[in-house]
């Protein structure tokens, strides 16, 4: 393995060349089944054939013009993903390149339509214990986990933690006068795959919309049908209606593995960015752009929604049929599945690359929080594949 990288990765001992469906092939040509995608970005599986004829045909026509100018790639991919996002209440979106930038830019909103329209002071954003939203300095100050701002302070000021499902801290901590934006992960996922109940939610999008605060839902790794709904948080309801956000963030997924993010926004906040207040280089590439355009004619129909929640259901249902002794619990909503084991998940993570030595073929599975494992399987993966992954997941406890 190459070490010029700096060494900020906990790397495993596999260098892959290629990837085929739901497979990845190493520089010796073995074979890994991948529960992981990338982490939730290769959501038509690898090399899926309409995808790579999108990127190659917009590469061979131009790479980027920049936002002194538009394309009508990325015209047409905004103008489909605003509408897969209509359900959510989405009005205007601004495209860039990750996660982390996209929920910078939420921030950005939340704080500019508070000014605006309350003065200073009330710049406060809300997220969750336990929370993940990114990497970045404001990002990590927007992430309620003490481990990841070890070393790196100090920190963006106006951000406070509660815990997840807690409403009458959340009541508490949605102070009219200091608070601007509320931004939740509809379901958790770094740190262990946890989906907000629904009395939470109901009691969000209430206090949000009472009190004036952006309700935001970074949707980044939950998002684009990952849970068998275009968005996570149309399965939640509001006064007997699906809950519409004022603001949604999407990455991973979003452009099935070439880097793009992006910030949505709904009636109240589609025009609070003006001109200058915000851009990115690489934002709204068109190869970006005509890889989204796959994924969404893809992935927003809803015959293919529902297979991705009955492939989920199906894989829940097998894992807790084992009545594993390693396995404590099993959650998670469509193809974004925790499992409580009774061990640390790195080794097991090791041990089914490893597989690939003895057996025909390695598994590729993720960790989230210490002893959870996290599978995020491509949604293309065939019930074939997921039969085999779980017999190899089993193998592994
Ligand atoms: C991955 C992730 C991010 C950060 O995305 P990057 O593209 O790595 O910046 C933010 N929020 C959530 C929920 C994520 O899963």
């Given at each position: ?102 929920n910078e830019a ?101 206090l949000c919309a ?81 890889a989204g355009m ?104």
């Open positions: 393995m190459n070490n010029v990288f700096m060494k900020n990765f906990h790397r495993l001992p596999v260098v892959f060349a290629r990837g085929e469906g739901s497979w990845l092939f190493d520089t010796n040509n073995k074979k890994y089944l991948d529960f992981g995608s990338g982490i939730a970005v290769n959501c038509l599986g690898h090399a899926y054939p309409p995808l790579v004829k999108a990127i190659t045909e917009q590469a061979a026509k131009c790479c980027q013009v920049s936002n002194y100018y538009q394309t009508n790639t990325a015209a047409a991919f905004a103008e489909k993903l605003v509408a897969a996002c209509a359900p959510g209440g989405m009005k205007s979106l601004f495209l860039g390149n990750s996660g982390a930038e996209a939420a921030c950005k909103i939340a704080r500019k339509y508070s000014l605006k329209k309350y003065g200073p002071g009330r710049h406060t954003i809300v997220t969750l214990q336990g929370s993940f939203h990114g990497r970045t300095i404001t990002m990590l100050a927007a992430t309620g986990q003490d481990h990841f701002h070890k070393d790196f302070g100090p920190f963006t000021e106006g951000f406070s933690y509660i815990p997840g499902n807690d409403i009458a801290a959340l009541e508490k901590a949605l102070d009219q006068k200091t608070v601007a934006g509320l931004l939740l992960e509809t379901v958790q996922g770094e740190s262990g795959v946890r989906p907000l109940s629904k009395e939470f939610m109901e009691a969000a999008a209430r009472e009190r004036d605060i952006l309700l935001m839902f970074d949707e980044i790794q939950c998002g684009v049908g990952r849970t068998g709904s275009f968005l996570a948080f149309e399965q939640y309801h509001y006064n007997g209606k699906p809950i519409k956000a004022d603001v949604v963030t999407l990455a991973k997924s979003l452009a099935g593995g070439l880097p793009a993010g992006a910030v949505l926004a709904g009636e109240k906040a589609a025009d609070v960015f003006e001109v200058g207040d915000h851009n990115s280089t690489f934002g709204g590439n068109p190869v970006a752009a005509a796959v994924v969404l004619e893809t992935v927003n129909n809803p015959a293919f929604l529902a297979e991705i929640t009955r492939k989920g259901e199906k894989i829940i249902a097998a894992i807790r049929s084992w009545n594993h002794p390693a396995i404590s619990e099993v959650r998670g909503r469509g193809l974004m599945i925790g499992i409580d084991i009774d061990r640390e998940a790195w080794p097991v993570l090791e041990a089914g690359v490893a597989l690939a030595h003895e057996n025909q073929y390695g598994l590729l599975l993720l960790a989230a929080g210490k002893k959870t494992l996290r599978l995020l399987p491509p949604y293309t993966i065939s019930d074939k594949e997921i039969d085999q992954g779980l017999e190899l997941l089993k193998k592994l406890l």
